[in-house]
């Protein structure tokens, strides 16, 4: 089975440009996370999605952060316009629903560069 | 609120010694734990879980946590270190009555010198 796809791996962007990052999470995993991981630290939540529903965006920077998940498979991050501490690699994870035995499993992320 | 620390941001050990990486979380309910591994530019990896039952859960890659809820720990352990183990681990939490998302500690670079 194929892993959760993340793309682009990389991209280096000037400040105030837009950028976006895609997921394919697992297939049947309705349950969707962005995390953003600074370096050095762990992974934090931006999003989480229960299908196409953004379930909990509390930790989302929504001036400048926004997130779609439209038919509930495919997800868009995106950031307008970026600053330079938004450099970070950006995770996203999927699960089968919130319980515990499932488990996430994440995507190989997007490193972003903002110069 | 839940939080984990790992105490250790970086542990060394040599090839064939065994290894500890240290946890300590903080929920209301019953704790949901995990251990993740992540290589360079890589995803992070499912290592193990408990979520009850055995306070010793087995893992991959020989891996093993102990749960000790008096001490609210849940250190990863391994026998026997190889220098591909070499990654940074990152112990997670999740409470198992009001939480909805898991919350991941800081990470500890685990480095094992041939």
């Known amino acids: 089975e194929a892993g959760v796809v993340q793309s682009p791996r990389y991209k280096i962007i000037e400040k105030k440009q837009p950028v976006a990052f895609w997921c394919n999470p697992i297939?049947?995993?309705?349950?969707l996370y962005w995390y953003r991981q600074n370096l050095g630290q762990g992974p934090e939540l931006l999003i989480r999605?229960?299908?196409?529903?953004?379930?909990?965006d509390s930790q989302l920077p929504k001036d400048r952060f926004s997130a779609e998940r439209l038919k509930g498979v495919d997800s868009t991050l995106k950031i307008q316009p970026a600053e330079l501490g938004d450099s970070a690699v950006y995770l996203c994870?999927?699960?089968?629903?919130?319980?515990?035995?499932?488990?996430?499993?994440f995507g190989s992320g997007t490193r972003l560069t903002v110069v | 609120a839940q939080s984990v620390a790992q105490p250790e941001d970086q542990v060394n050990v040599a090839e064939g010694n065994p290894l500890t990486v240290k946890c300590t979380y903080s929920?209301?309910?019953?704790?949901?734990l995990f251990w993740y591994v992540q290589y360079p530019n890589r995803g992070l990896q499912f290592l193990l879980k408990?979520?009850?039952?055995?306070?010793l859960v087995k893992g991959s890659y020989g891996f093993e946590a102990e749960f000790n809820k008096s001490q609210t720990s849940f250190h990863l352990k391994k026998p026997s270190a190889l220098v591909s183990d070499s990654a940074l681990y990152f112990c997670?939490?999740?409470?198992?009555?009001?939480?909805?998302?898991?919350?991941f500690g800081p990470g500890t670079r685990l480095s094992v010198l041939p």
């Open positions: 994870a999927s699960s089968f629903g919130l319980e515990p035995n499932y488990g996430y499993t």
């Open positions: 929920v209301s309910g019953n704790p949901y």
């Open positions: 999605y229960e299908n196409e529903e953004a379930v909990d």
């Open positions: 997670a939490v999740r409470d198992g009555n009001y939480g909805q998302n898991f919350v």
């Open positions: 408990y979520i009850t039952g055995d306070n």
């Open positions: 297939s049947g995993h309705n349950t």
